[in-house]
């Protein structure tokens, strides 16, 4: 059974740095596409990242590029996610995400397969 659990969401004042954890099981990092994604009340859950393990491509949805950071442990079958320079329209919950059969690395959720629970990250100006 695949199983994704977020963790080291909080409150952090603008400027401020977080490093969000997911930690899976159920299956290998190697040959998967794995991202996070953000959403906040009445708005559509939008990527934030992936890395595609199959084409060896990392992209950034243009608001996050140059200030996060994703990052991948195998040993500890752990993803993070690294915020830096965080701002208060970064306030949202965070949901790591995995797919594991025929991976196609994207910001778009509908290829995922696999969700965490989220975790809230708010962001103080």
């Known amino acids: 059974e695949v199983q994704l659990v977020e963790s080291g969401g909080g409150l952090v004042q603008a400027g401020g740095s977080l490093k969000l954890s997911c930690t899976v099981s159920g299956f290998r990092f190697g040959h998967v596409a794995i991202g996070w994604f953000r959403q906040t009340p009445g708005k559509e859950r939008e990527g934030v990242s992936y890395?595609?393990?199959?084409?060896?491509?990392?992209d950034y949805a243009p608001s996050v590029k140059g200030r996060f950071t994703m990052s991948i442990d195998d040993v500890n079958n752990t993803m993070y996610l690294q915020m830096n320079n965080l701002k208060p329209e970064d306030t949202a919950t965070y949901y790591c995400?995995?797919?594991?059969?025929?991976?196609?690395?994207?910001?778009?959720?509908?290829?995922?397969?696999?969700w965490g629970q989220g975790t809230q990250v708010t962001v103080s100006s």
């Open positions: 890395i595609d393990q199959i084409d060896g491509r990392t």
């Open positions: 995400a995995a797919q594991v059969d025929l991976p196609v690395g994207s910001l778009e959720k509908v290829y995922y397969d696999y």
